[in-house]
């Protein structure tokens, strides 16, 4: 695992891998960390960082999926240029939504490294109207920036296990 605040890193490991039960180790830099992985979560607060990018598309390596899911404002960014242009493919949650309000896209769009034709929206291929992944060997990116229906879900299945629980108070009779 990697943070560019060496504290948290240590915190992070003392604390997830015992939780977890897993071996959790700490490395010096974000490529170390990414190296031969399959699946890379980017969520970062690249806001409050010198160098905002967090991923950068030349440490991608066949099969990896990347999940850059932390710049979702237009002034934001976490990955560079060439991760869009390395991916072969890339989903996101909605074409017209991602290019109006990621700063990576923004990015990459003015940098002439974002192809349309490889961008496909995550329902199309939760159902089946396109394809996501077309080998093992092929380098996905997927990237969010969250929509209200993802939010609208989510509340609803907090929602459901609420009721399950018998916790919480309805408050329908007084919207009525």
Do not use: H
Request: charged content about 25%.
């Amino acid at each position: 695992m990697f943070s560019p605040n060496p504290e948290r890193r240590a915190r992070f490991v003392a604390r997830m891998g015992p939780a977890l039960g897993v071996d959790v180790r700490v490395v010096d830099s974000a490529e170390e960390c990414v190296r031969g992985a399959d699946i890379v979560v980017v969520a970062t607060n690249s806001f409050a960082r010198p160098d905002p990018i967090a991923y950068r598309g030349a440490w991608m390596e066949p099969g990896v999926l990347v999940d850059a899911i932390g710049s979702t404002s237009t002034f934001l960014r976490e990955i560079d240029a060439d991760t869009f242009q390395r991916a072969e493919c890339i989903v996101v949650d909605s074409t017209a939504q991602v290019e109006e309000e990621s700063g990576d896209v923004k990015a990459a769009l003015s940098e002439g490294k974002y192809d349309r034709a490889k961008v496909v929206d995550l329902k199309e291929v939760l159902v089946g109207q396109a394809q996501g992944r077309t080998s093992a060997q092929q380098m996905v990116l997927f990237k969010s920036v969250g929509t209200a229906v993802q939010d609208v879900m989510a509340g609803f299945v907090v929602y459901e296990e609420a009721l399950r629980q018998g916790r919480g108070q309805d408050i329908g009779e007084f919207l009525e």
